[in-house]
Every structure is written in structure tokens, then in C-alpha cells.
């Protein structure tokens, strides 16, 4: 069983800047590949950034890349988003996700991912 539990929302102006943490158990951390993924109001869930399990390979939704950055800390069981440049169209809740199998590349779809957290609430206003 794995837990996460994602912190470092809130509200923030257009422009600026927040960084985002999810903290997970387990003891094999380092094989996990991690993703976040975010959902506004009345939208589907959508992936945002994801990680291979070995940290060597990235992977970005078209809406974030250049602006969004997704990182691990292995010895702290911590994987972060760093989310620079905001736009009003990022708000939404954001979520971390672990996804135990030891794939090829990043995973992108939500059906890959086994564990999720309960979500941070990231808001961007004009």
C-alpha cells in the first residue's frame, strides 16, 4: 500500500509562482514512476507532468511544458512540481500519483497509475 499526500497549494496571481510536494510511503519509492495530474470544476482529470521511475526521462502536457517542472527526491520520498508563469486556466486541484510498474517511458494516462493522493488546491487569479 502506498500513500500520498500532496501540500504546497493556494492561491497565487497570475504571473507568479508555487511549488508543489508529494510525500509518499513505501520503502520502494525510487521504482516508482510519478505523475501529477489536475482537475478543474466541471472538467475531466488531465494529465500535467510525469517521471520515469529512474528519474532519467520526463514527460509534459503540451499546456505546461516550459513552465511546469516535475522533480524527485528519493531520500525524502518526495516527488515536486515546480509550476512557474501561472495562468488563470491552471486552477484546478491538483494530484500526485505513484504508478508501481517499472514501464518504458513516463506514464501519461491515468489508467496506468495505481496510488493517488487526495489532491491540492491550486488557484490562479487575473
Known amino acids: 500500500q502506498v500513500q500520498l499526500v500532496e501540500s504546497g497549494g493556494g492561491l497565487v496571481q497570475a504571473g507568479g509562482s508555487l511549488k508543489l510536494s508529494c510525500a509518499a510511503s513505501?520503502?520502494?519509492?525510487?521504482?516508482?514512476?510519478m505523475g501529477w495530474f489536475r482537475q478543474a470544476p466541471g472538467k475531466e482529470r488531465e494529465f500535467v507532468a510525469a517521471?520515469?521511475?529512474?528519474?532519467?526521462?520526463?514527460a509534459y502536457a503540451d499546456s505546461v511544458k516550459g513552465r511546469f517542472t516535475i522533480s524527485r527526491d528519493n531520500a525524502k520520498n518526495t516527488v515536486y512540481l515546480q509550476m512557474n508563469s501561472l495562468k488563470p486556466e491552471d486552477t484546478a486541484v491538483y494530484y500526485c500519483a505513484a504508478d508501481l510498474r517499472r514501464r518504458l517511458v513516463p506514464s501519461t494516462r491515468i489508467s496506468q497509475y495505481d496510488y493517488w493522493g487526495q489532491g491540492t488546491q491550486v488557484t490562479v487569479s487575473s
Open positions: 517521471l520515469f521511475w529512474s528519474g532519467s526521462s520526463t
Open positions: 513505501g520503502r520502494t519509492f525510487s521504482t516508482y514512476g
